[in-house]
């Protein structure tokens, strides 16, 4: 069975920082994707990164990036220049079985605050 | 604009009493999911369909019934709502392109069964 784990359940960072926040899985299968998503207070899942188990590159969106070490089995999140508005509380999911099978199997999540 | 959408955002209802979320998507994805998230237990997945007329049991089945009649559409139906269903819904489709995937989330609903 896979397994999704998020050491940190809540981080303080001053504003225009970068943050790491960590991700590790465990999984068989050579095929899955990683992702990581943004729950602010009002509660709506909003889609942030998404990596291939097969993808040479860490992905990279805008401010967002995935630092992936597969032998480790990690997925780090980072965000660069941190902002007020980056607070909310932030998911890795893992995927396995391409076609979306399985669904996503999600972490317990990091509640981040930015402070000014 | 591609989205998930999802009603009624908010629910209060009574123990027994029949009723049905509704999910809608128009991105003509094949994959819609649902699932509930819980304080301390994160997001778990209800019920999942590949395609029209094809469902199957995520982690928490128990207590839910979907249906897939048509593409854009998978409503969650709660038969006798009890209070342990009290949560928050998401429902969720997904594309794939070349290798990279994306899920989207409906905005979510409330469910408070007294």
């Known amino acids: 069975a896979q397994k999704i784990t998020q050491t940190q359940p809540g981080m303080f960072v001053q504003e225009k920082e970068a943050v790491t926040l960590d991700c590790t899985y465990d999984?068989?299968?050579?095929?899955?994707?990683l992702f990581w998503y943004k729950q602010p207070s009002s509660g709506e899942m909003i889609f942030l990164i998404y990596?291939?188990?097969?993808?040479?590159q860490n992905a990279t969106e805008g401010r967002y990036s995935l630092n992936f070490q597969k032998a480790r089995k990690s997925a780090n999140l980072v965000i660069s220049a941190s902002q007020l508005g980056d607070s909310a509380m932030y998911f890795c999911?893992?995927?396995?079985?391409?076609?979306?099978?399985?669904?996503?199997?999600f972490g317990k999540g990091t509640h981040l605050i930015i402070q000014p | 604009e591609a989205q998930v959408t999802q009603n009624p955002r908010y629910l209060i209802t009574v123990t027994g009493k029949k009723l049905t979320v509704t999910c809608s998507q128009n991105?003509?994805?094949?994959?819609m999911s649902w699932y509930r998230q819980d304080p301390g237990l994160g997001l778990r997945q209800i019920y999942y369909s590949m395609n029209v007329e094809v469902t199957d049991k995520g982690d928490v089945p128990e207590g839910y019934k979907v249906s897939r009649k048509e593409k854009r559409n998978f409503p969650l139906i709660l038969e006798s709502p009890s209070p342990n269903q009290t949560s928050l819904y998401f429902c969720?489709?997904?594309?794939?392109?070349?290798?990279?995937?994306?899920?989207?989330f409906g905005p979510g609903t409330r469910l408070l069964v007294l």
């Open positions: 999911a893992m995927r396995v079985s391409w076609g979306g099978a399985d669904g996503l199997t």
């Open positions: 990596q291939g188990s097969y993808d040479q």
């Open positions: 999984t068989s299968d050579p095929s899955y994707g």
């Open positions: 969720a489709s997904s594309s794939t392109q070349g290798s990279r995937e994306t899920q989207y």
């Open positions: 991105m003509n994805h094949e994959y």
